[in-house]
């Protein structure tokens, strides 16, 4: 069965600094990984995605994550926080049944502090 | 291009009417999905279409009927709605119904129902 965790539900950085967003998910099989942002009343938009090709992925924006299959993490990294990253985050795992369903984390709200 | 646009915007609607939601894509992708989306929450699937053809339907009230007239158009219309379906509604599309294929969504539909 799949299912996404997102430890944290509320992130609070200051610009310029570091930004971690933490995903663990559960996966009977090899798991597509997605990380997506929704801007206030916005629909989502893909910053990245994960298929068993590299371990790190490079996403829009200077974001980037890295798969972990030991740890079963997918944690979302960006080096130096921006204001326009305010959002909320998803990570998003999918179901290998050829169905294409998408298991949504409960999300993180990330503010970002001038 | 990568743009799935859903019109309108918003809508108000009393829990007589009768109302759609539009939702296009021209990227040629053979899937799309609506999903609804209440505040602070996860985007949840109602239905997904695949070539046309209604996939998935995960047990959604008959107040709510998808329609899927060509490969580039989703509608939703919607019938006696009740005040807890007011939402953000989201229309999503994918190049196929594989795992591995991300999805990409519309800016939402926010429909409120007095």
């Known amino acids: 069965a799949q299912s996404v965790t997102q430890l944290d539900s509320h992130v609070s950085v200051s610009e310029g600094t570091p930004v971690l967003l933490r995903c663990n998910y559960s996966?009977?099989?090899?798991?597509?990984l997605f990380w997506y942002v929704q801007h206030p009343n916005k629909g989502l938009q893909l910053l990245l995605k994960y298929t068993s090709a590299a371990t790190l992925v490079k996403g829009i924006n200077g974001f980037e994550a890295e798969f972990k299959k030991s740890e079963t993490s997918f944690h979302l990294t960006k080096p130096s926080a921006h204001m326009s990253d305010a959002a909320e985050y998803f990570c998003v795992v999918s179901e290998q049944t050829g169905a294409n369903n998408l298991f949504f984390g409960t999300g993180t709200r990330l503010t970002v502090i001038p | 291009d990568t743009e799935v646009t859903q019109t309108p915007k918003h809508l108000v609607m009393g829990m007589t009417n009768k109302k759609s939601l539009k939702c296009e894509q021209h990227m040629g992708h053979r899937a799309m999905y609506w999903y609804k989306q209440k505040a602070k929450k996860p985007p949840e699937l109602m239905f997904v279409?695949?070539?046309?053809?209604?996939?998935i339907n995960e047990s959604v009230p008959s107040r709510f009927s998808p329609e899927c007239p060509n490969s580039s158009l989703l509608n939703l219309h919607l019938h006696a709605l009740q005040p807890e379906d007011s939402a953000l509604y989201l229309c999503?599309?994918?190049?196929?119904?594989?795992?591995?294929?991300?999805?990409?969504f519309g800016p939402g539909t926010r429909l409120t129902v007095t």
């Open positions: 996966s009977s099989y090899s798991p597509s």
């Open positions: 279409y695949s070539y046309e053809k209604l996939s």
């Open positions: 999503a599309s994918s190049q196929g119904m594989a795992e591995s294929y991300e999805q990409y």
